[in-house]
């Protein structure tokens, strides 16, 4: 890499630390069947565990947890889940909450998909900041997919706009947590985490048995 690259790529991780721009990442796996019948079949069992965010908890390692919760904020159990409904990611020895609200889901024939937006708590108490309760802002979104192609399946997450929540009233208290989560401790171990979700979705590694 030249001078010049180098040079430009520090401005832009400058701006990226000061909430200025963000990025945008995917993290993906495939797994190819022999016949259409047997990838139809793991499109279905991967719909169900796309869907089912209280199992990704479970994964093998150091892991996320994930908590689905209903549009009122009360955790659930259901194995699907609705525009309205949150998620809770608690990072891996961390106790900062980071809520997301899922904004849209996509179902045909061959893709199923939802989408979510970091939020603030849902019914926060009454003397709690109403802030944003995610290291990114609310413009970010992580879409995660499953597609056939032919016979191969595709698990995907997909990472857009994704500013570091650290500047104005939307950061509230937490603007320096926020970018030391995002490039620090996140930044170190997103890869880790969305290889090790995708490669679930298309069956190379399961969920613990509890």
């Known amino acids: 890499m030249g001078i010049k690259k180098i040079v ?15 990025k945008d990442k995917r993290y993906r796996n495939e797994q190819d069947y022999p016949d259409v019948a047997s990838a139809q079949a793991a499109f279905e069992e991967s719909k169900k565990k796309l869907f089912n965010v209280n199992l990704w908890s479970q994964l093998e390692g150091i892991n996320s947890t994930f908590e689905l919760h209903d549009a009122r904020g009360q955790k659930t159990t259901a194995e699907m889940p609705d525009i309205g409904y949150f998620v809770k990611i608690t990072l891996p020895a961390s106790n900062v909450e980071n809520w997301v609200n899922v904004s849209g889901i996509r179902i045909e024939d061959k893709l199923a998909e939802f989408t979510v937006h970091p939020s603030e708590k849902p019914n926060p108490p009454a003397d709690e900041e109403a ?80």
């Open 8 to 22: 430009n790529k520090v401005k832009e991780e400058v701006k990226v630390l000061r909430g200025e721009e963000s």
């Open 131 to 210: 802030v944003t309760k995610h290291f990114f802002t609310k413009e970010a979104s992580s879409t995660f997919r499953v597609e056939l192609q032919g016979t191969t399946l595709i698990a995907s997450e997909i990472g857009r706009d994704e500013y570091i929540n650290n500047k104005g009233e939307e950061s509230g208290a937490r603007s320096m947590l926020n970018t030391l989560i995002a490039e620090g401790g996140w930044a170190g171990f997103q890869g880790l985490q969305w290889d090790k979700l995708t490669s679930y979705l298309v069956h190379q590694k399961e969920a613990k048995v509890e």
